[in-house]
């Protein structure tokens, strides 16, 4: 479906026009000559604009100009019943699409001719988000069942166009949440489009968002559509959505009640249909009372929640994630594969993440930058142990018995209780492991 601007003055030619697409799904919009059809585009943007050559006051030509000033990225095609060869160059040479005589043959050459135009708007704001969002992401889960309540609420939410707020510490994965429900819609066939709001500055980030016009401020030498307008038809994820200031609080929830707003430093109003995903590892409920966060912007995110445990809570999930890591961080290093001793699998297990999967990732980045061989030992495994602990962890364990219980428990846990495998990355026989559990009081 597109946004479709009809500019003739010919009355029967846009009834014509808005007859034969109005079906296809498309909003026609019309105009009785180019300086209305001006008006419409300063009041919303279009997808594509049919205009006639000769039309009083503005001609095609003229109109043709301001929509490749303006709105560079809306596609346009000129009819005409005064074909000439001098006409059709200096059309397409202004970046017409096409070029049409009339009278027209028919609907079916119209919407043919349409369709294309469509497809090539869409694929040039497909190649836009590919090179804006190219990395491959990780699985969401592996094995643990602490996933399990996440995954089948993804599964039912999916299905729904309801608003989703996905709460968890930093590095829980849930932008892969967030990509998953997206590729598990009924929108997944169309653009996915993340920004997070604690990466940039609140002027950047407005920019980001919303997009500018040429002039807009100190450095816009061009016009700029933003991700939100990138999105259209297809999900957005709004990451650490607790970091917005107020301003951008507000701008945010006129989007989400009335799905449309302006570029910085423009004026013309710009309607999009999107599903809507934020995150935040903030305590959103304390922020709104302490007059940080706007309680009617919260109602409109957390239509339906989702908690993403954390690392330490699905430890089974350790090594399966381990290894995904290691593979991309050694394709990223242009290096070859690596694989971890079983040492160094134990003492991942051991550790608890409190930074969760980017300390993982960090570990294991170190780990691929530093190994001489093949194999990642123990010693690879560079862990900050003096870091802070993320909230809600536990306080490290003091003795060595302590340690030695909880390093089995979880490495049971990682594999499912099976004690053979167990063993194996513990580095000890299967009788001494199970000498320990009888000693520690571990019920396997």
């Given at each position: 479906?597109?946004?479709?601007?009809?500019?003739?003055?010919?009355?029967?030619?846009?009834?014509?026009?808005?007859?034969?697409?109005?079906?296809?799904?498309?909003?026609?919009?019309?105009?009785?000559?180019?300086?209305?059809?001006?008006?419409?585009?300063?009041?919303?943007?279009?997808?594509?604009?049919?205009?006639?050559?000769?039309?009083?006051?503005?001609?095609?030509?003229?109109?043709?100009?301001?929509?490749?000033?303006?709105?560079?990225?809306?596609?346009?095609?000129?009819?005409?019943?005064?074909?000439?060869?001098?006409?059709?160059?200096?059309?397409?040479?202004?970046?017409?699409?096409?070029?049409?005589?009339?009278?027209?043959?028919?609907?079916?050459?119209?919407?043919?001719?349409?369709?294309?135009?469509?497809?090539?708007?869409?694929?040039?704001?497909?190649?836009?988000?590919?090179?804006?969002?190219?990395?491959?992401?990780?699985?969401?889960?592996?094995?643990?069942?602490?996933?399990?309540?996440?995954?089948?609420?993804?599964?039912?939410?999916?299905?729904?166009?309801?608003?989703?707020?996905?709460?968890?510490?930093?590095?829980?994965?849930?932008?892969?949440a967030a990509r998953a429900i997206h590729a598990r819609g009924e929108r997944r066939a169309h653009p996915f489009m993340a920004v997070n709001c604690a990466a940039l500055a609140e002027t950047l980030l407005e920019s980001e968002l919303f997009g500018h016009e040429k002039g807009a401020f100190t450095g816009a030498t061009e016009r700029r559509r933003g991700r939100v307008e990138l999105s259209d038809g297809g999900s957005f994820f709004l990451d650490?959505?607790?970091?917005?200031?107020?301003?951008?609080?507000?701008?945010?929830?006129?989007?989400?009640?009335?799905?449309?707003?302006?570029?910085?430093?423009?004026?013309?109003?710009?309607?999009?249909?999107?599903?809507?995903?934020?995150?935040?590892?903030?305590?959103?409920?304390?922020?709104?009372?302490?007059?940080?966060?706007?309680?009617?912007?919260?109602?409109?995110?957390?239509?339906?929640?989702?908690?993403?445990?954390?690392?330490?809570?699905?430890?089974?999930?350790?090594?399966?994630m381990a290894r995904s890591l290691l593979a991309r961080a050694c394709r990223e290093l242009k290096r070859a594969p690596l694989r971890l001793a079983p040492e160094a699998e134990r003492k991942l297990v051991a550790w608890r993440w409190p930074g969760n999967a980017r300390e993982l990732a960090n570990a294991l980045e170190r780990a691929a930058i530093l190994a001489e061989g093949d194999v990642i030992s123990a010693d690879g495994i560079l862990i900050?142990?003096?870091?802070?602990?993320?909230?809600?962890?536990?306080?490290?364990?003091?003795?060595?018995?302590?340690?030695?219980?909880?390093?089995?428990?979880?490495?049971?846990?990682?594999?499912?209780?099976?004690?053979?495998?167990?063993?194996?990355?513990?580095?000890?026989?299967?009788?001494?492991?199970?000498?320990?559990?009888?000693?520690?009081?571990?019920?396997?």
């Amino acid at each position: 479906m597109a946004r479709i601007l009809v500019a003739d003055d010919e009355p029967g030619i846009r009834e014509f026009i808005a007859d034969a697409l109005g079906p296809e799904g498309h909003t026609v919009v019309q105009a009785a000559n180019g300086e209305e059809a001006v008006t419409r585009l300063a009041e919303q943007a279009f997808d594509l604009v049919l205009t006639d050559l000769r039309m009083p006051r503005l001609d095609g030509l003229g109109l043709l100009r301001r929509v490749r000033a303006e709105q560079p990225e809306t596609e346009v095609i000129v009819l005409t019943a005064h074909a000439s060869v001098a006409s059709a160059v200096e059309a397409m040479r202004l970046g017409a699409f096409d070029y049409l005589q009339k009278p027209l043959s028919g609907p079916d050459e119209l919407r043919l001719l349409v369709g294309r135009a469509i497809e090539r708007r869409h694929l040039r704001d497909l190649r836009v988000r590919v090179e804006r969002d190219a990395e491959e992401p990780l699985a969401l889960a592996y094995e643990d069942p602490a996933m399990a309540p996440v995954l089948e609420a993804i599964d039912k939410v999916a299905r729904t166009p309801a608003t989703v707020l996905l709460l968890g510490e930093s590095g829980t994965g849930k932008e892969l949440a967030a990509r998953a429900i997206h590729a598990r819609g009924e929108r997944r066939a169309h653009p996915f489009m993340a920004v997070n709001c604690a990466a940039l500055a609140e002027t950047l980030l407005e920019s980001e968002l919303f997009g500018h016009e040429k002039g807009a401020f100190t450095g816009a030498t061009e016009r700029r559509r933003g991700r939100v307008e990138l999105s259209d038809g297809g999900s957005f994820f709004l990451d650490e959505v607790g970091e917005l200031k107020p301003d951008l609080q507000a701008k945010l929830l006129r989007v989400l009640e009335e799905r449309r707003f302006e570029r910085v430093g423009g004026t013309r109003t710009i309607e999009v249909d999107v599903r809507w995903i934020a995150a935040t590892n903030r305590d959103l409920a304390a922020m709104q009372a302490e007059g940080r966060f706007r309680p009617d912007l919260y109602h409109r995110l957390a239509v339906f929640p989702i908690r993403l445990p954390p690392l330490r809570e699905r430890p089974r999930d350790i090594l399966p994630m381990a290894r995904s890591l290691l593979a991309r961080a050694c394709r990223e290093l242009k290096r070859a594969p690596l694989r971890l001793a079983p040492e160094a699998e134990r003492k991942l297990v051991a550790w608890r993440w409190p930074g969760n999967a980017r300390e993982l990732a960090n570990a294991l980045e170190r780990a691929a930058i530093l190994a001489e061989g093949d194999v990642i030992s123990a010693d690879g495994i560079l862990i900050e142990a003096g870091g802070a602990a993320a909230p809600g962890a536990p306080p490290p364990l003091a003795t060595l018995a302590a340690l030695e219980r909880d390093a089995i428990i979880r490495t049971l846990e990682a594999v499912g209780g099976n004690r053979r495998q167990a063993a194996e990355i513990l580095g000890i026989g299967e009788r001494t492991l199970y000498d320990k559990l009888k000693r520690l009081g571990i019920d396997a």
